[in-house]
């Protein structure tokens, strides 16, 4: 036995598909491989939260819910996680407090036991109420420093944050590293950091979009990290993870050997194999995903963004412009106090760099989402704005600098009373509360079985309402 054997937590069920597959894989398809997945040791499976809420509703026709009832039936010795946008919960803004705290009650009810809750703009404010909530229902309360780089984003930086965050409660900190732009020695010396000065577990989450990932992994657990994220090898690396059995077989037979059996992997990699290529044949994975992508160093741009990019630009008969736009990207993120890119704000910041190159004029078009960065709406950026923008954007009103959740008076019961009869249980009020449009059209057709539609697998309405973003 390894004196300080490294815990490993699995995506195959989330993250993996989420970023090779726009988070297709069905319940069918997961079912046969949880036995074996429950029987292999992992410190945690993710196999849900993130996009795979929504996806589940908006394209396969499953509830979300019961497909974590499911996965806990199957898989009772291991821990169940899920990714968590803190006062965002699985949405794209705001919910009121007692929303967040139903949210966190029932997904530990329902089976979760490990929630990862991170905030766009690593404002502590905006992650309060769910650490909160996960440990008065009994969840393990792990959280995220989303990482970037950027002038004032250091070791210092994340180190101040992850210390914040220890004192409102968090029992992990998980360093999130969505774009793989954390570096071998970087990784290095940030975990030893983070484990010498807060004090905490150190969970390390990267992909392997620039090559980097294994080798990222390899020297955080030299520096001692406790856990790290991986993905089955079938769904594994490009926009995905490094591979489960990769580092598993790289660890064997040293201070940090996981203690996990290679043999136990062959069977439902096997099964994940033909699944992966069935996302294939249905053109929902493209191998493409797959490829080594070092532009994610020069620009900074998560894998999953620059697909987005190149989408709105084709429909504006305008991929010319993509290098333009690249290099538009740094320079809206320093004007909004430096970012981190993940969901929400790599869409609002990629968007915005769009604008600016299609009119020919910075900031001539404002979107809303951009207005609301600049008003405070998401929350505390770590820089500092560029005021003649804000300026232009929100003119003479005040920006808001509380926690933006304060200005939320409570709305479950507001929820309720809007979904009426399409409700049955406490669940279904958040489904509806998280995604009223989708979940309306996904629960009557569920409340009425007889005019139940097939999912619609139609790929342009996939591009259209689905942010395929890795970074998620």
Same mark, same amino acid.
């Given at each position: 036995?390894?004196?300080?054997?490294?815990?490993?937590?699995?995506?195959?069920?989330? +993250?993996?598909?989420?970023?090779?597959?726009?988070?297709?894989?069905?319940?069918?398809? =997961?079912?046969?491989?949880?036995?074996?997945?429950?029987?292999?040791?992992?410190?945690?499976?993710?196999?849900?939260?993130?996009?795979?809420?929504?996806?589940?509703?908006?394209?396969?026709?499953?509830?979300?819910?019961?497909?974590?009832?499911?996965?806990?039936?199957?898989?009772? /010795?291991?821990?169940?996680?899920?990714?968590?946008?803190?006062?965002?919960?699985?949405? *794209?803004?705001? *919910?009121?407090?007692?929303? @967040?705290?139903?949210?966190?009650?029932? $997904?530990?009810?329902?089976?979760?036991?490990?929630?990862?809750?991170?905030?766009?703009?690593?404002?502590?404010?905006?992650?309060?109420?769910?650490?909160?909530?996960?440990?008065?229902?009994?969840?393990?309360?792990?959280?995220?420093?989303?990482? !970037?780089?950027?002038?004032?984003?250091?070791?210092?930086?994340?180190?101040?944050?992850?210390?914040?965050?220890?004192? =409102?409660?968090?029992?992990?900190?998980?360093?999130?590293? =969505?774009? /793989?732009?954390?570096?071998?020695?970087?990784?290095?010396?940030?975990?030893?950091? #983070?484990?010498?000065?807060?004090?905490?577990?150190?969970?390390?989450?990267?992909?392997?979009?620039?090559?980097?990932?294994?080798?990222?992994?390899?020297?955080?657990?030299?520096?001692?990290?406790?856990?790290?994220?991986?993905?089955?090898?079938? #769904?594994?690396?490009?926009?995905?993870?490094?591979?489960?059995?990769?580092?598993?077989?790289?660890?064997?037979?040293?201070?940090?050997?996981?203690?996990?059996?290679?043999?136990?992997?062959?069977?439902?990699?096997?099964?994940?194999?033909?699944?992966?290529?069935?996302?294939?044949?249905?053109?929902?994975?493209?191998?493409?995903? #797959?490829?080594?992508?070092?532009?994610?160093?020069?620009?900074? @741009?998560?894998?999953?963004?620059?697909?987005?990019?190149?989408?709105?630009?084709?429909?504006?008969?305008?991929?010319?412009?993509?290098?333009?736009?690249?290099?538009?990207?740094?320079?809206?993120?320093?004007?909004?106090?430096?970012?981190?890119?993940?969901?929400? !704000?790599?869409? %609002?910041?990629?968007?915005?760099?769009? =604008?600016?190159? #299609? $009119?020919?004029?910075?900031?001539?078009? %404002?979107?809303?989402?951009?207005?609301?960065?600049?008003?405070?709406?998401?929350?505390?950026?770590?820089?500092?704005?560029?005021?003649?923008?804000?300026?232009?954007?929100?003119?003479?009103?005040?920006?808001?600098?509380?926690?933006?959740?304060?200005?939320?008076?409570?709305?479950?019961?507001?929820?309720?009373?809007?979904?009426?009869?399409?409700?049955?249980?406490?669940?279904?009020?958040? $489904? *509806?509360?998280?995604?009223?449009?989708?979940?309306?059209?996904?629960?009557?057709?569920?409340?009425?079985?007889?005019?139940?539609?097939?999912?619609?697998? +139609?790929?342009?309405?996939?591009?259209?309402?689905?942010?395929?973003?890795?970074?998620?």
């Amino acid at each position: 036995m390894a004196k300080n054997p490294l815990k490993i937590t699995d995506t195959i069920l989330r +993250d993996a598909h989420q970023s090779q597959a726009a988070t297709r894989m069905r319940i069918e398809d =997961m079912i046969p491989a949880l036995e074996q997945l429950d029987n292999i040791g992992y410190w945690s499976l993710e196999c849900w939260g993130g996009a795979t809420f929504d996806s589940c509703m908006r394209f396969l026709n499953e509830d979300p819910w019961e497909r974590l009832r499911i996965l806990k039936k199957h898989m009772p /010795n291991t821990k169940l996680q899920m990714l968590f946008r803190g006062q965002n919960i699985l949405g *794209y803004k705001h *919910y009121a407090d007692d929303v @967040v705290d139903e949210f966190c009650r029932l $997904s530990i009810k329902n089976g979760i036991n490990v929630i990862r809750i991170f905030d766009a703009l690593n404002d502590p404010r905006n992650l309060r109420q769910a650490i909160e909530s996960t440990k008065k229902y009994g969840g393990i309360a792990e959280c995220a420093l989303s990482y !970037t780089i950027s002038p004032i984003h250091n070791e210092d930086y994340f180190v101040k944050v992850a210390t914040t965050l220890a004192e =409102m409660g968090a029992d992990i900190i998980c360093i999130k590293d =969505m774009a /793989n732009l954390l570096l071998p020695y970087d990784a290095y010396s940030l975990v030893k950091k #983070l484990k010498s000065e807060v004090g905490l577990p150190v969970h390390l989450h990267t992909h392997n979009t620039t090559g980097t990932g294994d080798m990222t992994l390899l020297k955080a657990a030299e520096a001692g990290v406790d856990i790290v994220d991986t993905a089955l090898s079938p #769904l594994a690396n490009g926009t995905s993870n490094p591979s489960t059995e990769s580092l598993v077989a790289t660890l064997k037979g040293t201070d940090r050997d996981t203690g996990l059996d290679l043999a136990k992997f062959t069977e439902p990699a096997a099964h994940f194999r033909k699944v992966a290529e069935k996302l294939k044949a249905d053109g929902i994975l493209d191998p493409k995903v #797959l490829n080594v992508d070092t532009n994610t160093l020069l620009y900074q @741009v998560p894998g999953g963004m620059l697909s987005n990019l190149l989408s709105q630009l084709k429909q504006a008969n305008a991929e010319d412009k993509y290098y333009d736009v690249l290099a538009e990207i740094p320079r809206v993120r320093k004007d909004f106090g430096y970012l981190p890119l993940v969901t929400p !704000t790599s869409q %609002i910041v990629g968007t915005q760099a769009v =604008m600016n190159v #299609l $009119s020919g004029e910075r900031y001539k078009m %404002i979107p809303k989402e951009s207005k609301g960065v600049l008003h405070g709406d998401y929350g505390q950026v770590p820089g500092e704005i560029n005021e003649e923008v804000r300026k232009k954007a929100i003119g003479d009103e005040q920006p808001i600098t509380c926690r933006p959740a304060d200005l939320l008076e409570p709305e479950l019961e507001k929820y309720k009373k809007e979904a009426g009869d399409l409700v049955k249980s406490e669940e279904d009020v958040l $489904s *509806y509360a998280l995604f009223p449009q989708v979940a309306d059209k996904f629960l009557k057709e569920r409340n009425n079985p007889t005019k139940k539609q097939e999912a619609s697998n +139609d790929e342009n309405e996939v591009r259209v309402l689905y942010v395929d973003d890795a970074s998620l």
